[in-house]
């Protein structure tokens, strides 16, 4: 298995004012949907 220093090293967190964790399973208004997506994309594509 191939270890990437990129891979390895990118962390960021999401704070969502006023949403508890178990909020984010289910309200689909209340996932930070752009947020994932800006830090996922440079990994995947």
Do not use: W
């Amino acid at each position: 298995m191939r270890r990437d220093a990129k891979l390895n090293d990118s962390k960021e967190i999401i704070i969502v004012p006023g949403v508890t964790h178990v909020d984010l399973y289910d309200q689909m208004d209340k996932i930070p949907f752009d947020g994932i997506r800006k830090f996922f994309e440079p990994a995947l594509c």
